[in-house]
């Protein structure tokens, strides 16, 4: 069971858009602590997607953005393309349990 | 460019240690923590230390605590992570991964090493 809850799957149509909620409390995405986001493809290495809320990393797409509200955070990606499906984490810090925390995992599937 | 290379896949038997190794470059070593992350297999990722690349500080998931000792080797860049005790649920890819800030995002990822504990 994550800290961090994740839906086990999304699914979109190339060209529309999907959203990955991560749901936190108030000892983590809800006390104020940053989230950061990861795409990982079959037997490789996560590769960071976002980071501290909304922030790309040099490289990455602005079809991949990032929002934060309250104990929650989204990554939202439009304009699907086949290239996007692939496991996507985010990933945050807990301050009851001291320690970084990450949700489940989402894997999405481009129809 | 920046690289974090690990150290090759492991077979151990339960009970036994297991000792993976991560090299740095491309960028200044003591500049930037390391996280040790693992990924059994179909499962999620699930953090399990950091160290300080620039003083040895650790700091360790409550999962971990007492099995697992984080070294650093500043002379090669290179950082080690030993678990002890194996159990088969120990099977897993091992990441090392660097800390952009201190518990904030992995901006790094190693490769990745398969340990896989079996009789």
């Known amino acids: 069971q994550s800290v961090l809850t994740q839906p086990p799957s999304v699914s979109g149509a190339p060209g529309q858009g999907v959203t990955i909620a991560c749901t936190g409390s108030?000892?983590?995405?809800?006390?104020?602590?940053?989230v950061h986001w990861y795409q990982q493809f079959p037997g490789t290495a996560p590769k960071l997607l976002i980071f501290e809320n909304t922030n790309r990393p040099s490289g990455v797409p602005d079809r991949f953005s990032g929002s934060k509200s309250g104990t929650s955070a989204s990554l939202a990606i439009s304009g699907l393309q086949a290239e996007d499906e692939a496991d996507y984490y985010c990933h945050s810090y807990d301050g009851s349990l001291g320690e970084p925390v990450f949700g489940g995992g989402t894997k999405l599937t481009v129809l | 460019q920046v690289q974090l290379v690990q150290s090759g896949a492991e077979v151990k038997k339960p009970g036994a240690s297991v000792k993976v190794s991560c090299k740095a470059s491309g960028y200044t070593f003591p500049n930037h923590g390391i996280s040790w992350v693992r990924q059994a297999p179909g499962q999620g990722l699930e953090w399990m230390g950091w160290?300080?690349?620039?003083?040895?500080?650790?700091n360790f998931a409550q999962k971990f605590q007492g099995r697992v000792t984080l070294t650093t080797d500043t002379s090669t860049s290179t950082v080690y992570m030993e678990l002890r005790s194996l159990k088969s649920d120990d099977t897993a890819i091992y990441y090392c991964?660097?800390?952009?800030?201190?518990?904030?995002?992995?901006?790094?990822w190693g490769q990745g090493t398969r340990v896989t504990v079996s009789s």
């Open positions: 991964a660097r800390d952009r800030v201190r518990h904030e995002d992995n901006d790094y």
């Open positions: 160290i300080s690349a620039s003083n040895g500080d650790t």
């Open positions: 108030s000892s983590n995405i809800g006390a104020g602590y940053n």
